[in-house]
């Protein structure tokens, strides 16, 4: 990720944010770089209010092994910067696949086009199925940023954070019967720019995955995409994202309030341009949970300064479960 692609809005109520944000793009010319044209007309047609029948407790909440999440974190930060085509990048693939063990792992593997070269993306892909007809997938990014790789720079929130979340997810997913929609779980590569954040230039893993997934039909089966980017951060707030599909960023917050962990979800506005965008472009429906201010001002974004004593484990635990209640929502309707 990477700035001018990313643009903040004052901190304003959430719905005169949306109006002034709409007006942004209406206008033209301020749309940034990598925002996702509006949806397909064959979008899944939903609302949140659909899923405000569902009983108010309808099992234990969801957890997850927070204490493990950050220890993958660590240990993912100390393979060093892990940029697409590095050494560090090889060893965490491999990383990810010992602990997808037994797992049903699919890979998508190409060489892309950069404005530094060609170089190889994998998006890695665990399948978790369940008994209900469609997919629900949920994503995050495992590089690391490109032009800081030789500055320090181990990125433990963007894109560490993310990968290690995924994993613990996949340590809840597994060995249990899914009653409910099929669950994938998507390590997505080369979110990053190589030089510049450009529509051409960034997530290339997810425009590959994309147009695979149409091409085969796949993108027909998914309900639901959400996205994990940056969710470490010890002082956690989660932005409500212009770019997502707001009934599914409603039934997040219904899942966070289920769970008492609705004062980090959505008090601020912003639209980013992610992982997500190339999905939100074919009709999917999506949602991107990033907290992007990373310190005050978003300070340790994309600096040596992103490190492992920033996050917290509860963090990770909150994002964590918050996904699986969604998931579990999803799967009531
Ligand atoms: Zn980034």
């Known amino acids: 990720m990477k700035p001018g ?11 005169f944010s949306l109006v002034l944000c709409l007006s942004l ?35 234990p909440p969801p957890s997850i092994d927070s204490a493990r999440a950050l220890q993958y974190t660590r240990q993912i930060v100390a393979f060093g910067a892990r940029p697409v085509g590095s050494a560090n990048h090889s060893r965490l693939e491999e990383y990810i696949y010992a602990h997808l063990k037994g797992d049903l792992v699919v890979d998508d593997l190409f060489t892309a086009d950069t404005p530094e070269g060609k170089f190889p993306v994998r998006n890695i892909v ?24 030789n500055t320090g720079y181990v990125g433990a929130n963007d894109g560490g954070s993310s990968t290690a979340l995924l994993l613990e997810l996949a340590n809840q997913l597994r060995g249990k019967k899914r009653d409910g929609y099929s669950v994938w779980l998507l390590w997505t590569d080369g979110e990053e720019a190589l030089k510049q954040w450009t529509d051409t230039d960034s997530v290339y893993g997810a425009r590959h995955l994309a147009e695979l997934w149409q091409n085969d039909g796949t993108l027909k089966q998914i309900k639901a995409f959400l996205l994990a980017d940056m969710i470490g951060d010890a002082d956690l707030n989660i932005d409500r994202d212009a770019y997502s599909t707001p009934w599914l960023e409603d039934l997040v917050y219904q899942a966070a309030t289920r769970l008492g962990y609705q004062s980090h979800f959505f008090g601020r506005q912003n639209a980013v341009g992610d992982d997500h965008a190339p999905f939100m472009q074919r009709g999917v429906p999506c949602a991107d949970l990033i907290d992007f201010d990373y310190g005050y001002n978003n300070i340790f974004w994309h600096t040596p300064q992103d490190t492992v004593d920033k996050l917290s484990p509860q963090s990770m635990e909150i994002v964590g479960s918050v996904i699986l209640e969604t998931v579990r929502m999803l799967d009531s309707k």
């Open 5 to 15: 692609n990313r643009f903040r809005l004052p901190q304003l109520p959430i719905a």
């Open 25 to 59: 793009i209406a206008c033209g010319g301020s749309k940034p770089a990598g925002a996702p044209e509006p949806a397909a007309a064959s979008a899944p047609v939903a609302s949140a209010s659909d899923f405000s029948s569902l009983p108010a407790d309808p099992g």
């Open 126 to 149: 665990a399948k978790f199925p369940g008994t209900k007809d469609g997919i629900i997938v949920i994503a995050g990014h495992y590089d690391t940023n490109y032009p800081l790789r």
